[in-house]
């Protein structure tokens, strides 16, 4: 059975930094691409990074393009997404993603 745990949300001011973890457990890890994505309230889920099986292509969204980095440690399992210069925006669910499986979500707040 796959599974997706996330952490490392919470609330943070504007300009501030997060890392969000998530570990999966139930897959042979390095042979999926893996994807972050997030829902703000009243919005589509949205498609936020994603990072190829060894990390070689990484893709992000526009919005978050030159501030979020998306990373792997095949070794751990674990896919991680650095948050930097966050803005009000960013507030959202913020959801692992391996082709159907999601995990529960970790809620990232960015306010003053």
């Known amino acids: 059975q796959v599974q997706l745990v996330e952490s490392g949300g919470g609330l943070v001011q504007p300009g501030g930094s997060l890392k969000l973890s998530c570990v999966a457990s139930?897959?042979?890890?390095?042979?999926?691409?893996m994807g972050w994505y997030r829902q703000a309230p009243g919005k589509q889920r949205e498609l936020v990074a994603t990072?190829?099986?060894?990390?070689?292509?990484?893709n992000y969204a526009d919005s978050v393009k030159g501030r979020f980095t998306i990373s792997r440690d095949n070794a751990k399992n674990t896919v991680y997404l650095q948050m930097n210069s966050l803005k009000p925006e960013d507030t959202a669910v913020y959801y692992c993603?391996?082709?159907?499986?999601w995990g529960q979500g970790t809620q990232v707040t960015v306010s003053s």
């Open positions: 990072i190829s099986r060894f990390g070689s292509r990484r």
């Open positions: 993603n391996r082709e159907l499986d």
């Open positions: 139930g897959i042979s890890f390095s042979a999926y691409a």
